[in-house]
């Protein structure tokens, strides 16, 4: 089955600067690629996505890239601000079902 | 529209009682996903629904847990001679297929379980 794995596990940056997390994954049938931001006591919600046919998605100040060889998809936030402070979890879609890694926490300092 | 729903937002209930969580998927979604998440954890997937059928449920864990799903919508996940440490929020997530490519999950709010 697949297995995904995301990295940090926490992450501070100071507001402005730039933001990386990187998730793996084991299926090379995996096509879909959401990530989810969750604040405190609330729902995932997805902020970007990327399929398997492109490399690269921006969406204002976050965007994702796709190594579909390596199977690594990573997320960048620019010009972060304290509204960004969350968890963030990549997925990967497995068949229908989707397998979530283990989360970012995610801390901008003013 | 409407989004995903999820009743009661949050259940307190005694170690050995039975307890049934509710799911309203987003109207014309067909696939519907349980997940189960501890505090200050990521997702643990329980089950999938696609239609009223469940192909995945794999992560189920133990006998005590079960779902269905009726009219290809609302879902029940019912856990029964709760434990403590099933005490967890539990999201339901819907999303719509359209083969061969796998839609975007939406999430309900969760429903907070608290096993005393």
């Known amino acids: 089955g697949e297995n995904v794995e995301q990295h940090p596990s926490t992450l501070s940056v100071q507001e402005g600067d730039s933001a990386v997390i990187k998730c793996t994954y084991s299926d090379s049938a995996s096509n879909y690629f959401p990530w989810y931001k969750q604040e405190l006591g609330k729902r995932p919600q997805l902020i970007i996505d990327?399929?398997?046919?492109?490399g690269e998605k921006k969406d204002q100040r976050i965007a994702v890239t796709l190594n579909k060889t390596a199977k690594h998809f990573s997320l960048h936030i620019t010009e972060t601000q304290p509204e960004d402070s969350a968890v963030y979890f990549c997925?990967?879609?497995?068949?229908?079902?989707?397998?979530f890694g283990p989360g970012t926490r995610l801390s901008v300092l003013p | 529209g409407a989004g995903v729903s999820q009743s009661p937002s949050n259940k307190v209930t005694e170690k050995g009682k039975d307890v049934e969580l509710r799911c309203d998927p987003i109207?014309?979604?067909?696939?519907l996903y349980w997940y189960r998440q501890s505090l200050g954890q990521g997702l643990e997937f329980l089950i999938y629904f696609q239609g009223n059928s469940a192909p995945d449920k794999s992560g189920l864990p133990s006998d005590r847990f079960s779902a269905e799903r009726t009219g290809g919508s609302v879902s029940t996940l019912t856990i029964q001679r709760t434990q403590q440490e099933d005490s967890a929020v539990y999201l339901c997530?819907?999303?719509?297929?359209?083969?061969?490519?796998?839609?975007?999950?939406?999430f309900g709010p969760g429903t907070r379980l608290t096993v005393l």
């Open positions: 990327i399929r398997s046919n492109v």
């Open positions: 997530a819907s999303s719509s297929y359209f083969s061969p490519n796998t839609d975007t999950q939406y």
């Open positions: 109207s014309g979604h067909t696939a």
């Open positions: 997925a990967a879609n497995y068949g229908q079902n989707f397998v």
